[in-house]
């Protein structure tokens, strides 16, 4: 769509209802909260409530079920949701193209652990440096609630270890990474040049839980042992995971990113399993409906860029 139409679209639906009230819900909609809204927006909760009252009323149909002070997007609300945020998208790009610049909008971005904590800094630092003005915030999640968010429309692009089946969503593979079988110095496996999987059966494993992508990768290259797999520990955080199989006898399984420090300092040790398959590949995630953003467009090729390095 060229700037003369977008044009034409803002001029007509601002004959119904402004680009504020549309800003107001689709924060609602974020958040399912008036008052959180208005305190996103800078606004009082009265104002954001006349706001959606006065969108509601000229759009003929309520956008929220509501049960007592909870909300929940209805049917309608959910189709112009997609349409409401393209068009704040394109206000914004074009607001600064008047403006004489083009600066990207706010962006929203979300990551796994191993991507938020160690490839996620290094995209950042290279969008900042092009945008040094833009605002850009960062949530770390696991694989399942970051791909969620997306889903949700409250993040705009994503960073994640797995694919989900969820046909609102778009994947890109991207990175290729790779999980390391690890136990702690004074494990009587720790001197094997290499680990058969026998072995390694007659341990108890310390893992990450399940939604996450390292967990799910994990989990395809043991179904073939599934019966005989002894898990001794579910855990959220790598670190945590990394404390208990140094300090005691577990069998740990973490990405090679997340591992190499610990190898170093002589704290974990790395197994060699050569029965396990235990590489995975990373992937972008969007909505299949949101508007490409010149924020989403610029982090994208950066996110190529530093692939094409790897």
Known sequence: MGIVDTIYL????????????LEVFANIARTLSVSAAAETLGM????????????????????FDRTGKSLKLNETGMTILPMALELLSRAWELDGRLAGNDRPGPLRL??????????APRLIERYRASYPDATITLS???????????????????MVEGQY?????HFDEWMQDELVVFCGPRHHLAGDVETGIEALLAEQWAVREKGSGTRQALDRAMAPYWGHWRIG??????????????????????????????????????LS??????????????????????????????????EARS
Do not use: W
């Open 233 to 270: 520990i579910e855990l959220q955080q790598m670190e945590a995971i990394k404390g208990v199989v140094e300090a005691g006898m577990l069998i740990g399984c973490l990405p090679r990113l997340a591992l190499i420090d610990a190898f170093n300092q002589g704290r974990l040790v790395e």
């Open 44 to 63: 009082s909760q009265s104002a954001a409530s006349t706001a959606l009252g006065e969108l509601e009323r000229r759009a003929g149909q309520r956008l």
């Open 273 to 306: 399993v050569p029965e396990l398959a235990l590489m995975r590949k990373f992937y972008l995630v969007t909505h299949r409906e949101k508007y490409r953003t010149v924020g989403m467009n610029a982090f994208a090729q950066i996110c190529l860029g530093l």
């Open 110 to 119: 979300g990551a796994t652990v191993t991507i938020g904590n160690y490839v």
């Open 10 to 21: 803002l001029y007509r639906y601002v004959m119904k209802f402004s680009l504020r009230q």
């Open 165 to 169: 089946g969820d046909s609102r969503l």
């Open 140 to 158: 770390v999640g696991n694989s399942e609630e970051i791909s969620h968010r997306i889903a949700e429309f409250d993040l705009d692009y994503g």
